[in-house]
Nanobody
Framework: QVQLAESGGGLVQAGGSLRLSCAAS????????MGWFRQAPGKEREFVGR????????YYADSVKGRFTISKDAAKNTVFLQMNSLTPEDTAVYYC????????????????????WGQGTQVTVSS
């Protein structure tokens, strides 16, 4: 079992920044890729980005490319989502999710590929 806990959400004005954290605990000796997803009210869950277990490669949805950056602190089992130039369209509950079956894959936007999910953190961007 891998437990995931997001933090760092909140209310920010358009153009502002937030950094979300996702702390993994439990079976942290497992190798996993970490994805970020978001879900706005009345909309389906949307892929945001992903970082594999090893390496600096990351993969982002077109809607956030150039504005969002995923990084990790392996020693602390924590993954970060730095969000810049936020717009009201970024308002959503943000989730981190772990993929332990394909930890080295970079490209995986499908929510069904992720086995473990955090509880989500709300991000609200005001205009």
């Amino acid at each position: 079992q891998v437990q995931l806990a997001e933090s760092g959400g909140g209310l920010v004005q358009a153009g502002g920044s937030l950094r979300l954290s996702c702390a993994a605990s439990g079976r942290t000796f497992s190798r996993y890729a970490m994805g970020w997803f978001r879900q706005a009210p009345g909309k389906e869950r949307e892929f945001v980005g992903r970082i594999p277990w090893i390496g600096g490669l990351t993969y982002y949805a077109d809607s956030v490319k150039g504005r969002f950056t995923i990084s990790k602190d392996a020693a602390k089992n924590t993954v970060f989502l730095q969000m810049n130039s936020l717009t009201p369209e970024d308002t959503a509950v943000y989730y981190c999710a772990a993929d332990i079956r394909s930890p080295f894959s970079v490209h995986q936007p499908l929510a069904g590929a992720y086995e473990y999910w955090g509880q989500g953190t709300q991000v609200t961007v005001s205009s």
